[in-house]
């Protein structure tokens, strides 16, 4: 119960500074964080990568997506699936076209544009987040969406999670079933959580 009640006062806090950000702070970090992550090998590398639709207080994802299609990669998004609570994974060809809002007003494919692909497929997976910390645990809203998606993807399929400098924290408080990012990227560092001595 402990672990429940810390973990609900950091998401608060931390949503608080997170919609306290101006749309223009949000574009500028966004951009730069956009910079870091095409800057490195994990992302050049992955054919295959499923991208989070961000709300608007998130690290902003719409313009990696576009330049990654133009890079010719395969572009994947989440599919929320309600009844199960489960992430179905949906390529992605012209976002201006095939994207609707769903649930919890999270944008998602259009029923008519849903082409499954298999968590195989996956290279890289770009994860969203409430809180972080450099060990690469992290805090969601608590529907557990991402946590149970990770635990089925390969060995070989990487994580990196975006997020603002401000959502970074020194403990996420972490119970079982929770699955570790392997990399955070703000806009102002990259951490490689697993070789983090700090």
């Excluded at 998130?58 to 994947?76: D, F, N, Y």
């Excluded at 992430?87 to 060809?93: A, D, N, T």
């Excluded at 924290?169 to 102002?188: A, C, M, N, R």
Aim: glycine letters at 6%; a positive charge.
């Amino acid at each position: 119960m402990k672990n429940k009640t810390g973990k609900s006062l950091l998401r608060k806090k931390i949503l608080a500074l997170r919609q306290s950000q101006s749309p223009q702070a949000i574009e500028r970090k966004s951009d730069e964080i956009k910079r870091k992550l095409l800057g490195i090998s994990q992302f050049s590398m992955a054919g295959t990568i499923l991208f989070y639709l961000a709300l608007a207080d998130e690290v902003q994802t719409e313009k990696v997506i576009e330049h990654s299609l133009k890079l010719g990669k395969r572009v994947a998004v989440p599919l929320i699936e309600s009844q199960n609570n489960q992430i179905l994974i949906s390529e992605l060809k012209d976002p201006e076209r095939e994207l609707e809002p769903g649930t919890l007003g999270i944008f998602q494919p259009k029923k008519n544009f849903y082409r499954p692909l298999k968590m195989e497929q996956l290279e890289l997976v770009i994860v969203p987040g409430v809180a972080f910390d450099k060990r690469g645990n992290r805090l969601g809203f608590g529907k557990g969406f991402y946590d149970r998606f990770l635990r089925k993807a390969p060995e070989r399929t990487k994580s990196i999670a975006l997020a603002f400098e401000l959502q970074l924290v020194d403990d996420v408080p972490s119970e079982l079933h929770d699955v570790p990012v392997d990399y955070i990227i703000t806009e102002k560092r990259i951490i490689d959580c697993k070789n983090n001595d700090q």
